[in-house]
Antibody, heavy 121, light 110 residues
Framework: EVQLVESGGGLVQPGGSLRLSCAAS????????MSWVRQAPGKGLEWVAN????????YYVDSVKGRFTISRDNAKNSLYLQMNSLRAEDTAVYYC??????????????WGQGTLVTVSS | QSVLTQPPSVSAAPGQKVTISCSGS????????VSWYQQLPGTAPKLLIY???KRPSGIPDRFSGSKSGTSATLGITGLQTGDEADYYC???????????FGGGTKLTVL
């Protein structure tokens, strides 16, 4: 059974940092693109970033470029999101999602339960 | 303002059919695959349709997807009260080098 379990969320002050983790199991992690998607309270989905199987390609939404870094450790079956210079508008539930195997075609077929990040003083 | 445009809400009676549209451009829908997601209240999104019209295993054939030019459509037949949810379209945008989602459509089954 595919499982994605996020952790690392919490309350952080504006300008602070947080590192999210996503523990994957039930599939060959190194064979899949992985994504982070967020959802602000009462709002729609916003894609944040994704990363290729071997980490050689990474893509980000404009609003987080230069502040967030996506990474993965295939030996540990884990996905990460390092978030720096956090702003109030980064407040959201952050979901980890499994993407395509092979080339990226825009499919995210399994999602974690999400972890809440609150940026507030 | 989302790159992909969806109606904010749609409604229909149980047993009826509903369609949800998703409008984009040549840099996204026009040249890339479209996915559709269902988000029930308080839960994570769930993939309903991928590569424009394919259903993952376990998704009933009441759900269908299509694409024409720069627009895509999700169809749901035999509506059930359990289908009440938010529905999102998503695709890759080649100009932005980013995945983009529609703003979401709230389905109400009256």
């Amino acid at each position: 059974e595919v499982q994605l379990v996020e952790s690392g969320g919490g309350l952080v002050q504006p300008g602070g940092s947080l590192r999210l983790s996503c523990a994957a199991s039930g599939f060959t992690f190194s064979s899949y693109w992985m994504s982070w998607v967020r959802q602000a309270p009462g709002k729609g989905l916003e894609w944040v970033a994704n990363i290729k199987q071997d980490g050689s390609e990474k893509y980000y939404v404009d609003s987080v470029k230069g502040r967030f870094t996506i990474s993965r450790d295939n030996a540990k079956n884990s996905l990460y999101l390092q978030m720096n210079s956090l702003r109030a508008e980064d407040t959201a539930v952050y979901y980890c999602a499994r993407g395509d195997s092979g080339s990226y075609k825009g499919k995210d077929d399994y999602w974690g339960q999400g972890t809440l990040v609150t940026v507030s003083s | 303002q989302s790159v992909l445009t969806q109606p904010p809400s749609v409604s229909a009676a149980p047993g009826q059919k509903v369609t949800i549209s998703c409008s984009g451009s040549s840099s996204n829908i026009g040249n890339n695959y479209v996915s559709w997601y269902q988000q029930l209240p308080g839960t994570a999104p769930k993939l309903l349709i991928y590569e424009n019209n394919k259903r993952p295993s376990g998704i009933p054939d009441r759900f269908s997807g299509s694409k024409s030019g720069t627009s895509a459509t999700l169809g749901i037949t035999g509506l059930q009260t359990g289908d009440e949810a938010d529905y999102y379209c998503g695709t890759w945008d080649s100009s932005l080098s980013a995945t983009v989602f529609g703003g979401g459509t709230k389905l109400t089954v009256l």
